[in-house]
């Protein structure tokens, strides 16, 4: 089945700085790839997500990139600020996002400092 | 924009007692829904898929018989926690999705077993 590994586990920047996230993907029929940002105690909030068959996405300060020959994707979040300080959760997915199951990585706890 | 609610939002039970928790889709019909668990400072793991009208599919290590799984309608999936012990103690999310749409979670629940 799939696997998803995410790196680093803890992440902690300077307000203002960037921050880049890695997951890395087994199944190569997986075609779905969302990014979840989890603050405490409530629920997973989709914040950007990116298909098999676009290399990059942007929203504003946040980016995703997609390298399907080296099944890795990541996020990049620019001009970091205190509320971008969550856990965030990549995940993979075969069914396109509504069908299929999600799998997560295991997080990255981003903290970022005024 | 689709709505996942989730009930109750947190419970404690004594060891050996059932529960029952609720996940509806408010605004649109979903013949899949998928339950996690999470333990904490950990990634959500899926549990199981729920399908309406049939037998819910089950990850590897999940066990069928403790974790009941309904799916009666196209808004409505249900999973009981029978004869729930302290190791079950953990925060239970549902999701689900309109058609051609990323998935939509719930807000939680937090259970809690003594």
């Known amino acids: 089945g799939e696997n998803v590994e995410q790196h680093p586990s803890t992440l902690s920047v300077q307000e203002g700085d960037s921050a880049v996230i890695k997951c890395t993907y087994s199944?190569?029929?997986?075609?779905?790839f969302p990014w979840y940002k989890q603050e405490l105690g409530k629920r997973p909030q989709l914040i950007i997500d990116i298909r098999s068959n676009v290399g990059e996405k942007k929203d504003q300060r946040i980016a995703v990139t997609l390298n399907k020959t080296a099944k890795h994707f990541s996020l990049h979040i620019t001009e970091t600020q205190p509320e971008d300080s969550a856990v965030y959760f990549c995940a993979a997915s075969m069914g396109g996002g509504s069908q299929g199951n999600l799998i997560f990585g295991k997080g990255t706890k981003l903290s970022v400092k005024p | 924009g689709a709505v996942v609610s989730q009930h109750p939002s947190w419970v404690i039970c004594k060891s050996g007692t059932s529960v029952k928790i609720e996940c509806r889709s408010l605004?649109?019909?979903?013949?899949?829904m998928f339950w996690y668990r999470q333990f904490p400072k950990q990634s959500l793991m899926l549990m199981a898929t729920?399908?309406?009208?049939?037998?819910?599919?089950?990850e590897q290590g999940v066990e069928k018989d403790k974790f009941l799984i309904n799916h009666a309608s196209l808004t409505l999936s249900t999973l009981t926690v029978t004869s729930a012990h302290p190791e079950d103690s953990s925060f239970y999310i549902c999701s689900a999705s309109p058609q051609v749409s990323p998935l939509h979670f719930g807000n939680g629940t937090r259970l809690t077993v003594t």
């Open positions: 199944d190569s029929a997986s075609n779905y």
């Open positions: 605004d649109f019909q979903a013949t899949t």
């Open positions: 729920s399908n309406e009208g049939s037998k819910a599919t089950y």
